[in-house]
Structure formats: C-alpha cells, structure tokens
C-alpha cells in the first residue's frame, strides 16, 4: 500500500513557474514509478509525467515536454513536478500516482493515487 498526499498548488500568472510535490508513505516507496496526472474541469484525467523507480529515466507529455520537470528522492520518499513557463491550459487538479510497472504512462496502470492539488494559471 502507497499513500500519497500532494501539495503546492496554487495560483500562477502564465510564464510563471510552480512546483508541486507529493509526499509518499507506505512500504517499498522507492519501488514504484511515480507519475503525474491532470483533471481540468470538463476533461478527463491526462498524464503528465513519469519518473522510474531510481528515476533514472522520465516520461512527459507532449503538451509539457520542455516546461515540466519530474523528480523524486526516495530517501525523503516525495516526487516533484516543478513547471515553468506556465500556460492557462495548464489549469488543473494535479494528482500524484503510483504504479508497480517500470514504465507506466496510463490512469489503468496506476494503483495509488492521491487527492490532487489545483493549480491555476492566469492569462
């Protein structure tokens, strides 16, 4: 079992840069590939990015690609998605995921996952 707890969110202008954590408990953290989805009013939950086990490896969206940057410190058990240059499309509940796959990029292939945090970016 993985329980996740996000934080971070908040209110940006566009161009703006915001980072957003996840702080994970539970056993064998280090284990899981850790990702990151969002849920936009009227759209449904979209990946964002990835991070492996050792984060040796990372996956993005193509709408993030360049802006996003996901990390994670299994000593600290937390990942992290520090954006910049931020769009008003951006806006969005952003959650934290967890996934016993080493590659891991769809909502199915996810076990865990925490309650979201809103960011908002202004035009």
């Known amino acids: 079992q993985v329980q996740l707890v996000e934080s971070g969110g908040g209110l940006v202008q566009a161009g703006g840069s915001l980072r957003v954590s996840c702080a994970a408990s539970?056993?064998?953290?280090?284990?899981?590939?850790m990702g990151w989805f969002r849920h936009a009013p009227g759209k449904g939950r979209e990946f964002v990015a990835a991070?492996?086990?050792?984060?040796?490896?990372?996956q993005y969206a193509d709408s993030v690609k360049g802006r996003f940057i996901i990390s994670r410190d299994n000593a600290k058990n937390t990942v992290h998605l520090q954006m910049t240059s931020l769009k008003p499309e951006d806006t969005a509940v952003y959650y934290c995921?967890?996934?016993?796959?080493?590659?891991?990029?769809?909502?199915?292939?996810?076990?865990?996952w925490g309650l979201g945090t809103q960011v908002t970016v202004s035009s």
């Open positions: 539970g056993r064998a953290f280090s284990s899981y590939t």
């Open positions: 995921a967890a996934s016993i796959l080493r590659v891991a990029v769809f909502i199915n292939e996810y076990n865990y």
């Open positions: 991070i492996s086990w050792r984060g040796g490896s990372t």
